[in-house]
């Protein structure tokens, strides 16, 4: 997982553990859950990015086969 991934796992871990601690009020809390919501959408993007990427990218030492 790249560097950019990482960021964006740690902020959602943050915001998941400011949900659970229960410390927020109903507004505060819908807004943590919409940005989590979009860290993961971001995640999940770049996930799979990453996955095709790799698909395509030949493995090394490997000739294609005509």
């Known amino acids: 997982m790249n560097e950019e991934l990482e960021?964006?796992?740690?902020?959602l871990e943050a915001a998941a553990q400011r949900l659970r601690s229960g410390e927020l009020d109903a507004d505060e809390a819908a807004e943590v859950v919409q940005r989590c919501a979009d860290l993961a959408a971001r995640i999940g993007a770049g996930l799979d990015a990453e996955s095709r990427a790799a698909q395509q990218a030949p493995a090394t030492g490997q000739e294609r086969l005509l």
């Not at 960021?7 to 902020?11: F, I, N, Q, T």
């Open 7 to 11: 960021k964006l796992v740690d902020e």
